[in-house]
């Protein structure tokens, strides 16, 4: 099904995404928005996990698990993450990480 | 230029535009929905490459689980139509720029190098090859990461729900202490 594209397009694409997800962390301000760039950076490191498995590897499945269990990861990342944000926002009334600086009320 | 050719640069042109608004749209709740479609054609391109079963977790925890679950915290913690604070124009500059260093480098890199495709016989990853290499501990099995992956999803979630918990009592601890005279 993919005779015709090259192994590099592929590895294009994830670091664009890689680095879009990096810009979004940098410029952001608001905690859940840097939360979804983070699950970009994620997703484009999976995406570079089976693509190596897919053209250099095809006859074991490694790169195919490896991005299985960080998509669990990133899972429960994402869950601890939303109940930390939703703990800041019920003590401080603001996600923005500009108003953030202290650890304790 | 056959079909599967456009498919993948439909999807490699929707994953970078969609990643594109995703962090630069002032919406929150829109660019919430953005990374949803980033997510969507990534499982797309894993459909793409046969890895149906890795494609299906990935709609169903990333475009099912996550997406919702961000959704419901913008929406508990802000409004629908508030916008976003953004950095100043110098720093965003200065992202960009050091972003862009590092994609040109890397892509550099990815082009000088030569990958050798394997033409070893491809291994059929169907759900039932992928569950028996979940639960077999030999060479090429993947029983202790299984197990280790649902102790760490046990461990996050208690611990989610240990954070997020409303403490009744915060009230009333707060005022012991405020008349304890030893504070």
């Given at each position: 099904m993919i005779d015709n594209i090259p192994l590099n397009a592929f590895l294009v694409i994830s670091t664009l995404m890689f680095f879009i997800g990096i810009y979004g962390f940098l410029t952001r301000r608001n905690l859940i928005t840097m939360l979804m760039s983070i699950e970009l950076i994620l997703n484009s490191v999976n995406i570079n996990f089976v693509v190596f498995n897919k053209f250099?590897?095809?006859?074991?499945?490694h790169g195919h698990f490896f991005s299985l269990i960080v998509i669990a990861v990133a899972a429960s990342e994402a869950a601890v993450a939303i109940a930390i944000i939703i703990n800041i926002y019920r003590n401080f009334k603001s996600i923005d990480v500009d108003n953030l600086d202290q650890m304790k009320l | 230029m056959s079909l599967n050719d456009i498919m993948f640069y439909l999807f490699a042109g929707s994953i970078l535009t969609f990643s594109l608004l995703t962090v630069t749209s002032r919406r929150i709740l829109r660019s919430a929905v953005y990374l949803l479609f980033v997510l969507v054609s990534t499982a797309g391109i894993y459909f793409m490459l046969n890895y149906n079963f890795l494609a299906a977790v990935q709609l169903t925890v990333?475009?099912?689980?996550i997406i919702v679950l961000i959704i419901f915290s913008i929406l508990l913690t802000s409004h629908v139509s508030e916008k976003a604070v953004v950095a100043p124009v110098k720093q965003q500059i200065f992202s960009a720029l050091a972003v862009a260093a590092g994609a040109v480098l890397t892509i550099m890199t990815i082009f000088k190098f030569a990958f050798v495709p394997s033409t070893a016989p491809a291994v059929d990853a169907n759900v039932h090859n992928v569950g028996l290499a979940l639960v077999s501990?030999?060479?090429?099995?993947f029983a202790l990461p299984f197990e280790v992956i649902s102790i760490l999803l046990l461990a996050a979630m208690v611990g989610a729900i240990v954070l997020a918990?409303?403490?009744?009592?915060l009230e009333s601890a707060g005022s012991q202490t405020k008349n304890n005279p030893d504070k």
């Amino acid at each position: 099904m993919i005779d015709n594209i090259p192994l590099n397009a592929f590895l294009v694409i994830s670091t664009l995404m890689f680095f879009i997800g990096i810009y979004g962390f940098l410029t952001r301000r608001n905690l859940i928005t840097m939360l979804m760039s983070i699950e970009l950076i994620l997703n484009s490191v999976n995406i570079n996990f089976v693509v190596f498995n897919k053209f250099l590897y095809p006859n074991l499945l490694h790169g195919h698990f490896f991005s299985l269990i960080v998509i669990a990861v990133a899972a429960s990342e994402a869950a601890v993450a939303i109940a930390i944000i939703i703990n800041i926002y019920r003590n401080f009334k603001s996600i923005d990480v500009d108003n953030l600086d202290q650890m304790k009320l | 230029m056959s079909l599967n050719d456009i498919m993948f640069y439909l999807f490699a042109g929707s994953i970078l535009t969609f990643s594109l608004l995703t962090v630069t749209s002032r919406r929150i709740l829109r660019s919430a929905v953005y990374l949803l479609f980033v997510l969507v054609s990534t499982a797309g391109i894993y459909f793409m490459l046969n890895y149906n079963f890795l494609a299906a977790v990935q709609l169903t925890v990333y475009a099912g689980g996550i997406i919702v679950l961000i959704i419901f915290s913008i929406l508990l913690t802000s409004h629908v139509s508030e916008k976003a604070v953004v950095a100043p124009v110098k720093q965003q500059i200065f992202s960009a720029l050091a972003v862009a260093a590092g994609a040109v480098l890397t892509i550099m890199t990815i082009f000088k190098f030569a990958f050798v495709p394997s033409t070893a016989p491809a291994v059929d990853a169907n759900v039932h090859n992928v569950g028996l290499a979940l639960v077999s501990y030999n060479r090429d099995g993947f029983a202790l990461p299984f197990e280790v992956i649902s102790i760490l999803l046990l461990a996050a979630m208690v611990g989610a729900i240990v954070l997020a918990k409303k403490e009744k009592n915060l009230e009333s601890a707060g005022s012991q202490t405020k008349n304890n005279p030893d504070k």
